[in-house]
């Protein structure tokens, strides 16, 4: 796609009295096509205006930039003509002469008659021949914004901005009119930007409808594309057979950004002191200073212990961190939910899964808490990438070098259970091994078990003939290797390089309640991050992970991937993998919307919890880029959370965040999928 019109990341962030200031745009991103008309939709105040300002350049970007045929939009131009709802025409001038003036200014390399015609063609275009010498005053709403549009095409813009320019019609006029602005815009080939309130309006004349999601920090929450044939008839879109679909699809996003806007009104202000009889604040502000923190004892704890060790909890304030050890994801979960724990290391599917609720007894044995749900917060990745699946090294004396030949050894010994252990159902262990099965035509439930074990028992477990293979973090897979037990059949960066692993997560009442803390802790995490992505540091840090009360590991197995070549245990030569435990850079941290959808996705596929038919909402909830980007901006660290668009995993299928439910009907191997609406039940997280 050649892109004309290019908004590139792009922040707003406007001044206030107060001396604070208000985000009203965080990191639009969006690429428009030459002839393409694109509309805005939002609720009041999301920032629609501030945008189409900036992309006319009446304001400008406080960070990214708006790129228009590969030149930066700095100034108003005649390039760019906006149509406001006001018409903005001089009342002392006729439609005749408030067309010429626009005219005579612009095109000043034409001769006296060309732009005379140049007018008179503009006022036979919006059908105002008869009303060619009247003023302003004289004319009907309808009329004056007939000549406001007339006006702007006059001038023959590449880019025609429209806000709200209907609004204030009646709705004979404005259906009038939208139709005559459509087949000046088909017949003109001028790219149109478009703010409206209305939907039908949006559908009836849009390629894509952009539908950005409340302030502060609003940002794309969804593109709908618009399928229908031009040109267009109002009746014809009206009968689209996907009209309806489109329509509720709109409707849908706006009741959600309304729920979500009750919400939040419902909140105390962030900073406000805790209203229970304890209320304690220390000097750094925080509402609370000593922590429990629970972990698993796997390499990628590194920026917890790092944290602890090297003293960023205690420079942020937090003056006393408890590291627990836990034994299993499922304790984790079931510590954060129960309150035992202030915050986890958690497995990137867990705070998703957790809050809608997994129906399985995999997250907690309280069944309440595992049917129900229990709203959970991440607003910190804390390391990608960094696990492997490991074959027990009977499979390589088989035969058994990639995927196709694991399947073919399946195939030909149907009778024959194979058991794969993997740590939770909501871990990307899970998802991945899954995925990478699936991909090779292999059913993880039919033609196979998965089991689930606790990271430190996987080489047990391999080693007793319990479990043929796994899918763990490391220093798991190494420490097989190490042991002549197992072979790495396949690291996570062959399938999904760059993939959230484990995340910082707690619940959301605690972070409503302890804010300041909260951000502390983010911030302490993410400087212990930066530390651990430093090479420098890595045998340092090898040093302190590897102490009994961390992982307890030996560093001969685990230094391999870490610090080392990566072995894994076949004839290939180890190999030094950079990425491979990634802790920071490359945005590493940011917990990005898009990711956790293509989670949503996959937890779905195989039956864990529902799609979430709400999951703008639920993703806006759960994986907070905006505490991220308040943490990283206090630090200096940079805050752009990653590119909303397309991706794809080693197979190639094609990830499209705007059609999450077109994807996972793609995937030819899966679990009946519910797609349901989920509700989460506020009282469960404001019962403290
Ligand atoms: N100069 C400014 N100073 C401070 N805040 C501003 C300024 N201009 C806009 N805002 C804020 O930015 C946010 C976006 O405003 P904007 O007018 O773009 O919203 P909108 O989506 O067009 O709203 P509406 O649909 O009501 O016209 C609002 O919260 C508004 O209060």
New binding site residues.
């Given amino acids: 796609m050649s892109v004309f019109l290019e908004v590139d990341h792009v922040d ?1 962030i ?3 009295a107060n001396g604070g200031s ?1 985000i ?2 965080k990191n639009i991103e969006l690429k428009i096509k030459q002839g393409e008309f694109v509309s805005l939709i ?10 189409l ?1 900036m992309m006319a350049g009446l304001d400008r970007p406080s960070k990214g930039g708006i790129i228009l045929e590969g030149r930066e939009v700095t100034k108003p131009g005649p390039d760019r003509m906006v149509v406001f709802q006001n018409y903005s025409l001089l009342p002392w001038l006729t439609v005749r002469q408030n067309i010429a003036l626009a005219v005579n200014k612009v095109l000043k390399d034409k001769s006296a008659i060309e732009r005379k015609e140049i007018v008179q063609h503009h006022i036979d275009l919006v059908g105002l021949r008869n009303a060619a010498d009247k003023r302003p005053g004289e004319l009907s709403g309808g009329m004056k914004q007939r000549v406001a549009i007339g006006r702007a095409l006059a001038i023959r813009p590449k880019l025609l901005l429209l806000d ?1 320019p209907f609004g204030a019609l009646d709705a004979l006029t404005r259906g009038g009119l939208q139709e005559q602005l459509m087949q000046i815009c088909e017949e003109s080939h001028v790219t149109c930007v478009m ?1 409206t ?1 209305d939907v039908d309006e949006a559908l009836l004349l849009s390629d894509r409808i952009v539908m ?1 999601t409340n ?2 920090e ?1 940002h794309i929450g969804q593109i709908l594309e618009v399928p229908i044939p031009r040109p267009r008839h109002r009746l014809e879109v009206v009968n689209h057979p996907n009209y309806y679909s489109m329509r509720n699809e709109m409707i849908y996003f706006l009741n959600q950004q309304k729920r979500d806007k009750r919400r939040k009104a419902k909140q105390p202000e962030k900073t406000a002191v805790p209203t229970s009889g304890k209320a304690f604040i220390s000097r750094k502000g925080l509402e609370k200073t000593t922590l429990e923190i629970g972990f698993i004892p796997l390499t990628d704890c590194a920026p917890l212990v790092v944290a602890q060790e090297k003293g960023f909890f205690k420079k942020h304030g937090i003056e006393e961190v408890k590291l627990v050890r836990e034994p299993s994801w499922k304790a984790i979960a079931e510590g954060v939910a129960t309150r035992r724990l202030d915050a986890a290391q958690m497995v990137a599917g867990m705070p998703l899964a957790m809050t809608l609720g997994m129906n399985s007894s995999a997250f907690s044995s309280t069944s309440e808490i595992s049917q129900a749900g229990v709203p959970i917060v991440t607003a910190l990745v804390l390391s990608r990438n960094g696990n492997a699946i490991t074959l027990n090294k009977s499979f390589y004396r088989q035969g058994v070098r990639n995927l196709a030949d694991l399947k073919a050894l399946i195939s030909d010994n149907p009778q024959k259970s194979h058991v794969m252990g993997m740590v939770h159902n909501a871990s990307m262990h899970n998802l991945i091994l899954r995925y990478w099965l699936a991909a090779g035509g292999i059913d993880p439930d039919l033609d196979m078990t998965l089991a689930v074990i606790s990271p430190p028992q996987m080489v047990a477990n391999l080693k007793a003939g319990n479990i043929d293979g796994y899918c763990v973090g490391e220093p798991w897979n190494s420490r097989a290797v190490h042991e002549n037990l197992g072979y790495v059949i396949a690291t996570d960066l062959d399938i999904w390089a760059g993939h959230p692993e484990k995340v910082l997560g707690m619940r959301e009442d605690w972070v409503n309640q302890n804010p300041n803390t909260h951000i502390a802790l983010v911030k302490a995490l993410l400087e212990a991050c930066d530390y651990c992505d430093d090479r420098r540091h890595r045998e340092e840090i090898l040093g302190l992970i590897c102490r009994p009360q961390y992982v307890g590991s030996a560093l001969e197995y685990t230094r391999p991937g870490f610090l080392t070549a990566y072995n894994k245990g076949t004839d290939e030569i180890p190999q030094l993998l950079p990425r491979f435990n990634q802790f920071h850079f490359d945005n590493t941290n940011c917990p990005g919307r898009v990711e956790g959808l293509w989670i949503l996705t996959q937890l779905a596929r195989w039956g864990i919890t529902p799609f979430p038919k709400n999951w703008v909402e639920i993703l806006e909830r759960v994986r907070r880029v905006d505490l991220y980007g308040e943490a990283a901006r206090q630090l200096g660290f940079p805050d752009i959370e990653p590119d909303r668009q397309c991706f794809e995993l080693f197979d190639r299928m094609v990830f499209n965040p705007d059609d999450p439910l077109g994807y996972l009907q793609r995937l030819t191997i899966h679990r009946e999928i519910r797609v349901q609406e989920i509700i989460i039940d506020d009282s469960r997280s404001e019962a403290a």
Avoid: I
Wanted: proline share 8%; hydrophobic share 30%; net charge positive.
């Fill in positions: 707003r406007f001044p206030l208000y009203a745009l939002g609720h009041s105040g999301c920032g629609k205006s501030t945008l300002n709200e703010v309130h950005l302030g502060p609003s």
